[in-house]
């Protein structure tokens, strides 16, 4: 059974992993309205990518007797001035992310919640791929910024991501 910390820190998870969702799709948007499927393409992937995400908590959660208690999702940003301010964007977000996982495993330490810290494992392996690719993406756009043909090359090489299987 889950206790009643982890319950609602997870079902604040939930919230936040759903917001990424919400603010990569977002994210698309622009890039597909700057004639930049390739970007737009990667962005839904890792909106999709976020659902999963929430998804999984939100099984843990029912899984170990708890009860899932779905919030409000902020309405994201809509406008940008630049790809790399969108990155930018991206990499700040997914670090916040990973403060609140690793938050998320303080806590099952505290409660000495195993179930919980073998599954938040999971997740700290995650956000560390999560952020590595997106300091990649600024890096690779601050070296190309003022290029505009090598955007359109990074663009078709984030085209060329599949999801996951």
Do not use: C
């Amino acid at each position: 059974m889950i206790g009643k910390p982890m319950q609602d820190a997870m079902n604040e998870q939930i919230n936040k992993e759903l917001f990424s969702s919400y603010l990569y799709l977002s994210m698309a948007a622009y890039f597909e309205d700057q004639n930049l499927p390739g970007f737009g393409s990667w962005m839904r992937l890792q909106a999709d990518e976020e659902r999963g995400h929430a998804m999984k908590f939100y099984d843990f959660v029912l899984e170990r007797g708890g009860k899932v208690q779905l919030k409000a999702i902020d309405a994201p940003k809509t406008e940008w001035t630049s790809s790399l301010e969108v990155a930018e964007e991206v990499a700040a977000h997914e670090a916040k992310i990973t403060a609140s996982i690793y938050a998320l495993y303080e806590l099952a330490l505290k409660e000495k919640d195993y179930p919980a810290q073998v599954m938040l494992q999971w997740f700290i392996s995650e956000q560390v791929e999560e952020e590595k690719n997106a300091a990649e993406i600024v890096a690779n756009l601050k070296l190309i910024e003022a290029r505009g043909t090598a955007v359109m090359m990074l663009d078709h090489r984030l085209a060329k991501r599949k999801g996951e299987e």
